[in-house]
């Protein structure tokens, strides 16, 4: 630590005794403490060397006076510690720096003195010390005193006389003090204001931290870990250091669960991972891969010191023992050591490594550590795994999804023409060809997913974790959008069609073998209808050969034959079960699929550039349905409505916006706006200054998936009134019995609320299903909830009904 950053900290931990506990655990109060001190550290060292100066020039009572009002001011930090309120400690300095000023602006010849431009002085520090309110009040107390004192002589009152006459050097020396106070002063404020923001900004990284945790192992969850991964893989990269991975399975894992019930073995889990953690130190991550798999980065690590480590992972694990599980069982752990190599994916990293660890628990390496062998697995030509990865990969996926019961998708996937291509362009061409297809799969599929070649013309994927089967199929539209595009070879276009067939796991008869040519078999079927297709095993009638495409090509028509409609869902004032406001939800009215949600509406209408008339459309509407209720005599309401990332992006947002509430004649405090935190995370100027002018319209701005993605850096300069609590974090609310991870749960949504509320933001808590998720919220301090548990979505003539029966929060008065 050098002699500065010294000096910083002991400033820092000086000042800190003046602030009072129950000040420092506010951020926004504790930032404004010491700015209260900061501005007395400058007065301490401006004031009496210009009582000096004056006692010097000859005018000893300005100088006096100057003292006086220092001592005023060296007070206020005393008074902060005792009286327990930055408003006591900050007026009194304020009321000592304004009389100072003011006084030596009178004495020393009104507006015209030298000490005149002090009198910027009060307001710009009561901006530091109270905020924009505190300093407006100071700026128009400061400006009715310098018109005061100038009118002074025009009313026949003179102003005293003063013994200077050195005049031109006073002038000096008040401007050349008046920089040199700014300067050190925002110096001070620039060094002690980020103790305050950094409680926010640990507020805010507990939210990441607990979004990703696994509360079981103490680790990170799956997804986490495998962005962590592709993180360090890229580091690897960038600096040409070692990064290895090692995967850890507890052996005989069942039987464990069998014999000791699920407590036993989630006791068994949790003690292995904390000795992991222990062994790993500050040195590596870890997070929960599977069932019973854990995945261990190791940075800077090459392959042969990672297996060094797992070897005393496992005799580490031997030596361990589970609490009061009687008899005590015998647990043991099989790893696997891959060392990252350039050129290939962090999913053929964690494949090489599963595959070392299937070799392990089954005996071929005495349940030793141990090492994949790079050289036989990786396809030459592609790059991707092999046969025999994917049979490793497929089978352990398939074990982990009979525990967790998520299923696992197997798409095979088949090139077109292949043949056809060769013999247009070259084996060479048709190597490359190979080469680009295999890369544009693997940029479609997640880190942790497995892409292998299959043979020639067709490769594999196996997609864990899934929800249904509906996530295959965004998967496979994903590919094909991608393959929409043809691909150069030479300079020359090569348009590639692919025939996806989708086979799930668990099903009924179904093993590794069956599962592969089930696969098969609905690829065949894709095959047959020619073009780009995709089939999922099982499926009686054959689906269209995209179907996302066909929505696309709907949505376009939906407009125009008045297919989409708007419903209304309620929120309620958790404080007083007041009707809040409600959220306006486009839909579409599909004559094949029926009813689709905005939750897939959406993004539909985004990729096909339909977001922006459709969400002036929805705006309008619901606008005019907003003044057709305040005109049948109902309360004042608030809609609120999503914006989507195009909309925000357009330049002229904010005057369509502005135009069509002016049209529709709501008063725009009636309107709240959803951005998602997604799209705010861009830190677009034009975009913020286009909020900011909706803002000050009256329309409120609401930040939408709060805690999913960006920093803190942004969120205190958005020009936002509310948070929305997302679905995560309410529904592992209203436990009747709360666990650790509950408990967790409950921390992170309560972080997510305080946070808000120092912001002095509203929260409104979305996705609300049970009554005792109300009450957790409620009891937390969450100011508005939405969802089933409140009401269901409804049309404009049902929720007039609700509104006329129900007690309403005026959005009018309520903004006001």
């Known amino acids: 630590m050098n002699f500065g950053t010294r000096c910083i900290t002991r400033y820092i931990a000086a000042i800190r005794w003046f602030i009072p506990l129950e000040v420092r655990e506010n951020a926004t109060t504790l930032t404004r403490a010491q700015n209260v001190i900061n501005a007395v550290v400058m007065a301490a060292l401006s004031g009496p060397l210009y009582a000096f100066t004056y006692h010097a020039l000859g005018y000893t009572a300005a100088g006096r006076v100057i003292l006086t009002c220092c001592v005023c001011m060296f007070i206020a930090p005393f008074l902060l510690r005792v009286t327990k309120s930055i408003v006591v400690a900050r007026e009194v300095f304020l009321c000592a720096v304004f009389f100072n000023f003011s ?58 006389e003063h013994p ?140 042969e010191a990672a297996r060094q480590l797992a070897e005393r992972l496992r005799a580490g694990v031997r030596q361990l023992r589970f609490g009061n599980l009687s008899p005590q069982p015998e647990v043991a752990v099989s790893t696997g050591v891959a060392q990252f190599l350039p050129g290939e994916t962090i999913g053929q990293t964690i494949a090489r490594a599963d595959e070392a660890l299937y070799q392990a628990a089954a005996g071929t390496q005495a349940n030793a550590a141990t090492v994949a062998d790079s050289s036989v697995q990786l396809d030459t030509l592609t790059g991707l795994p092999g046969r025999r990865v994917l049979r490793d990969r497929l089978g352990h996926a398939m074990a982990r999804a009979l525990r967790n019961g998520r299923p696992v998708g197997l798409m095979l996937l088949h090139m077109n023409r292949l043949g056809e291509i060769n013999a247009a362009f070259g084996i060479e061409g048709g190597d490359a060809v190979l080469a680009q297809a295999a890369r544009q799969v693997r940029d479609c599929l997640h880190v942790a997913d497995t892409v292998v070649r299959w043979s020639g013309d067709e490769f594999i994927v196996v997609l864990e974790d899934l929800a249904g089967a509906a996530d295959t199929q965004l998967v496979a539209d994903r590919i094909l959008e991608r393959f929409a595009l043809p691909l150069l070879v030479g300079g020359r276009e090569c348009a590639v069609t692919l025939a996806i067939g989708i086979a799930l796991f668990p099903a009924p008869s179904c093993d590794l073998d069956a599962l592969l040519a089930r696969a098969e078999r609905a690829m065949l079927h894709a095959r047959n209808r020619g073009g780009n297709g995709v089939h999922l095993y099982g499926q009686d009638a054959a689906p269209a050969p995209n179907a996302r495409m066909a929505l696309k090509n709907d949505l376009r028509a939906a407009l125009g034959a008045e297919q989409l409609l708007i419903q209304y869902q309620p929120q309620r004032e958790l404080a007083g079960g007041r009707i809040a406001g409600v959220e306006a939800l486009v839909g579409w009215a599909h004559p094949e699929h029926g009813l689709i949600e905005a939750a897939r509406l959406m993004p539909l209408a985004e990729e096909t550039w339909l977001d922006l008339p459709i969400g002036e459309w929805a705006l309008r509407r619901a606008c005019m349905q907003n003044a057709a209720w305040r005109a049948a005599g109902l309360a004042p309401v608030a809609t609120s409505l999503r914006l989507s990332a195009g909309q925000l992006a357009h330049p002229g947002m904010a005057e369509r916006i502005l135009a069509i509430v002016k049209g529709s004649g709501i008063d725009p405090q009636c309107l709240a706006l959803h951005v998602s935190e997604a799209a705010l995370a861009d830190d677009q100027p034009l975009q913020r200054a286009g909020l900011g002018r909706l803002r000050r319209a009256g329309i409120r701005i609401c930040i939408d998936g709060f805690g999913a993605s960006a920093g803190l850096g942004y969120l205190a300069e958005l020009p936002a009134d509310s948070l929305r609590l997302e679905r995560a974090f309410v529904a592992p609310l209203g436990q009747p019995q709360r666990n650790e991870c509950d408990e967790r749960a409950w921390a992170l949504a309560q972080s997510v609320v305080d946070l808000a509320h120092r912001l002095r933001m509203r929260v409104i808590a979305d996705g609300v299903e049970t009554e005792a998720q109300l009450a957790d919220l409620q009891a937390m301090g969450c100011d508005a909830a939405q969802g089933a548990a409140v009401h269901e979505p409804v049309g404009a003539g049902k929720l007039a009904q609700l509104l006329a029966q129900t007690a309403v929060t005026d959005a009018v008065a309520a903004a006001e």
């Open 164 to 303: 200077i006459e050195e005049m031109r050097l006073l002038f000096l020396l008040c401007d050349f003090g008046l920089y040199i106070v700014i300067v050190f002063f925002v110096m001070l404020f620039e060094l002690t204001k980020t103790e305050g923001f950094v409680k926010l900004q640990h507020a805010l990284d507990f939210i990441h931290d607990y979004a990703s945790y696994d509360g079981l192992t103490g680790g990170h969850k799956r997804s986490r870990i495998a962005r962590l991964a592709e993180g360090e893989r890229l580091d690897a990269l960038r600096d040409g250091t070692p990064f290895s991975l090692c995967l850890l399975e507890i052996d005989g894992f069942k039987r464990i669960n069998a014999e000791y019930g699920q407590a036993g073995a989630d006791l068994v889990l949790r003690e292995v991972a904390t000795y992991v953690r222990e062994q790993l130190g500050e040195t590596g991550a870890f997070g929960r891969y599977g069932a019973s798999q854990l995945l261990l980065l190791l940075p800077d690590t090459p392959q």
């Open 103 to 160: 006084w030596l602006t009178y004495a020393m010849g009104g507006v015209s003195a030298p000490t005149a431009g002090w009198m910027v002085v009060p307001p710009m520090v009561a901006m530091f010390l109270g905020g924009f309110r505190t300093a407006m009040f100071w700026l128009g107390l400061t400006c009715a005193t310098v018109v005061f004192i100038y009118c002074l002589p025009l009313l026949g009152i003179p102003l005293p």
